[in-house]
């Protein structure tokens, strides 16, 4: 009789210790991490994918899955995702955005220069950021994919770009 007892009993005490330590095994650590980067360009397109990991591939490294957000704080540059295996990519870029959006005297926002409404433009066309997933400590580009800064300015510029990686950390 005794025996019913503890077989009716014993998985009822024993379910939730079992529960708990699958409980502890799913937690994962999700980790928020924000970086700036700082670059300086002239007029042209430019594959910054280096640049880009050297300051952040150590943070992510640590990071099992997730996302890195790439912002542009300016609005005469613009950073897109394309082709960085053929450099010659990057002179086509610029020379077809300049014949989408050439420069002119038809344009009234000029105060720094004929490039000034033309490089705003660009920059709306193309956007200020970008989202690459992170997956197994490294960035999930395609084959030949890299990371593009478009500066749309004639002369050199300062540019700020904020990294934010967030994602499931090992």
């Not at 025996?3 to 095994?25: G, R, T, V």
């Not at 010659?88 to 000029?110: A, Q």
């Not at 004929?114 to 992170?134: Q, R, Y």
């Amino acid at each position: 009789m005794y025996k019913k007892y503890i077989l009716i009993i014993l998985p009822l005490i024993l379910i939730p210790y079992l529960n708990k330590n699958k409980e502890k095994k799913m937690e994962s650590k999700i980790t928020y991490l924000q970086k700036t980067i700082s670059l300086k360009k002239k007029k042209g397109c430019y594959i910054i994918t280096k640049e880009i990991l050297e300051v952040i591939g150590s943070d992510i490294s640590k990071i099992k899955i997730g996302t890195l957000n790439l912002f542009l704080q300016h609005t005469s540059a613009a950073l897109t995702v394309n082709e960085s295996y053929d450099p010659s990519v990057m002179e086509d870029l610029s020379n077809t955005f300049d014949k989408i959006v050439p420069e002119g005297k038809y344009y009234i926002h000029v105060d720094e220069g004929p490039d000034d409404a033309p490089s705003h433009i660009k920059c709306a066309i193309v956007g200020p950021s970008i989202t690459i997933p992170i997956t197994n400590g490294k960035l999930n580009l395609g084959t030949w994919q890299g990371i593009i800064l478009c500066e749309f300015r004639t002369a050199f510029k300062n540019r700020t770009i904020v990294a934010t990686i967030s994602g499931e950390s090992y």
